[in-house]
């Protein structure tokens, strides 16, 4: 699998922090969703018609400008850790690997965008951007799709819109996420006071790694539960508002914690810098959160230019199970894993001086 | 959006779970989600909220027995529908319309699609298309009360639904 490994040790650009708003928002994401009109949706297919689709797919990203130089890979040729190593940087999702059968994804070189076939939907379009950015995204996002529909004849219904699998995502057929990282917010409990606020906007916030988990780590992803009744620049510019009330929200908690809790916070910021070089072993979990509270040392100036947010996003991802075992070049058992992690954050963080 | 489980109240909560690979979309209101306990932690059944849902209640014929809705297309039972949430194919939107008109004002905003449509599509549907912007643009207009800009959007879309009857059929609402 030589184009999945040349991602090994590429830096993933949209956790490169250079996006408007990165202190908070680590990035933007949005997600089209498509389906041809002449095969019938995911759960009616037989498998000449999936091969059918994968062609006729991979024949329209081909002619695209956006996408002639993706990598299109069929699931047949992805053993099961490089299906999780694509699934940690966000690349595929869990679903285009759930049904028996083939699915496809055409990955472009800098990995900003991915185009999933026979996920959910027939054709699951993905756009990354670091930081707030979303309007980027859906600018790159619709100049795609507009390349794609020369090829390729669209479910599309005159009241209904796009038609999809699921009656959540008819219409326009779009998701729109940030990733959020609000520390303060969760250190001073407030976070859960502006959730509840949210909430009554018809918006939807989940964990780390979007549908499924908790938040873990201080991150939170936020995106549009509505696809039916507002077109797409809206959608983006309601999200995008209401995100921005959220940045202001956890600067402020930061200016809070900066001035009213200066001690106990440059604590806790310096214990988690201590596991962090000291420890021989640790789990996905508590690394992410350790490496949390080093972001908040940055935010706060108590680490001035010793470590980076760019550096700790990308080392958060470095440090997923499936990362470590492709740099390992084979499988890693848990408790393997867990002292390599251990030991690869323990070199990153040499140059801190406690 | 109203509230799957009492069925009353306005969701303000939106959840998203999946367990053993199955996928369920969670709306609720605030008090019944106190109830449930705000972590979430029990399994909806996406299936049987749905079944719960007005829509699938219309299946049931006079004698109070269930008539089965088949799509016309892919030969997709409505109850398959209501267990997992997932649509057969695009023609199973024109067979189950009346139920899944009731799912859609639950889940969605509107009933109605505003925003992007692609190049290739068939005159009618585009026309179609273009009423329902027209219809959109008009319910703005009088709910920030510009009444100038509203009667005249008014007749471009009596324009536009004699053209729509001319060229084709009427289309049901």
């Known amino acids: ?354 | 959006m109203i509230c799957n489980v009492c069925g009353t109240k306005e969701a303000t909560i939106h959840l998203t779970e999946i367990v053993n690979g199955q996928m369920a979309e969670v709306h609720i209101c605030e008090a019944c989600a106190e109830e449930k306990g705000t972590e979430f932690k029990t399994y909806f059944n996406f299936g049987d909220l749905l079944a719960g849902v007005s829509g699938l209640e219309k299946t049931l014929g006079p004698s109070g027995k269930k008539i089965s809705l088949v799509c016309k297309d892919c030969g997709m039972n409505y109850e398959d529908f209501a267990k997992n949430g997932r649509l057969g194919c695009a023609g199973c939107y024109t067979s189950f319309q009346k139920p899944l008109a009731s799912v859609i004002k639950q889940v969605q905003r509107s009933s109605c699609h505003v925003g992007k449509k692609p190049s290739r599509i068939p005159s009618e549907t585009h026309s179609v298309h273009d009423l329902r912007q027209l219809q959109e643009k008009l319910r703005k207009s009088i709910q920030e009360e510009a009444f100038e800009e509203s009667a005249r959007l008014r007749d471009e879309i009596k324009q536009a639904l004699n053209k729509l009857k001319k060229t084709k059929r009427p289309k049901s609402e």
């Open chain 1, 1 to 354: 699998m030589s184009e999945i490994d040349r991602f090994v040790d590429q830096p993933v650009n949209w956790l490169r922090a250079t996006g408007p708003e990165s202190d908070v928002v680590v990035s933007s994401r949005l997600r089209m969703a498509r389906n041809f009109a002449t095969y019938p949706f995911l759960s009616r297919l037989v498998p000449a018609q999936r091969d059918a689709i994968i062609q006729e797919a991979g024949e329209a990203v081909k002619r695209s400008n956006f996408l002639k130089n993706a990598y299109f890979i069929s699931s047949t040729e992805l053993p099961e850790l490089d299906r999780q190593f694509l699934l940690e940087r966000h690349l595929v999702s869990r679903e285009l690997f759930l049904e028996e059968g083939k699915s496809a994804v055409a990955i472009t070189p800098d990995e900003m965008v991915s185009l999933m076939v026979i996920e959910e939907d027939h054709l699951r379009l993905q756009v990354f951007q670091s930081g707030l950015n979303l309007v980027e995204a859906w600018r790159i996002a619709d100049g795609i799709d507009s390349e794609l529909e020369k090829d390729l004849d669209y479910a599309f219904d005159g009241t209904l819109g796009y038609l999809t699998a699921c009656p959540t995502n008819v219409g326009t057929g779009l998701r729109a996420s940030c990733m959020l990282h609000l520390p303060s917010l969760v250190l001073t409990k407030q976070v859960h006071k502006v959730l509840q606020a949210l909430s009554k906007l018809n918006l939807a916030v989940r964990g780390l790694y979007g549908e499924g988990t908790q938040a873990s780590g201080n991150f939170f992803q936020f995106s549009n539960q509505i696809t039916l009744g507002q077109p797409e620049d809206e959608i983006i510019s309601n999200l995008e508002g209401v995100i921005r009330q959220v940045i202001t929200h956890e600067r402020e908690a930061r200016d809070y914690l900066k001035k009213k809790r200066k001690a106990k916070m440059e604590d806790q910021i310096w214990r988690a810098l201590a596991t962090l070089k000291a420890a021989r072993m640790m789990s996905s979990s508590e690394a992410i959160q350790l490496l949390s509270l080093v972001q908040v040392g940055i935010d706060v100036g108590v680490l001035k230019g010793q470590v980076t947010h760019a550096d700790l996003n990308q080392l958060s991802l470095l440090i997923q199970p499936a990362h470590l075992q492709k740099m390992n070049g084979k499988e890693l058992g848990s408790t393997e894993r867990d002292t390599r992690r251990a030991s690869r954050i323990r070199e990153y963080f040499t140059k801190v001086i406690l």
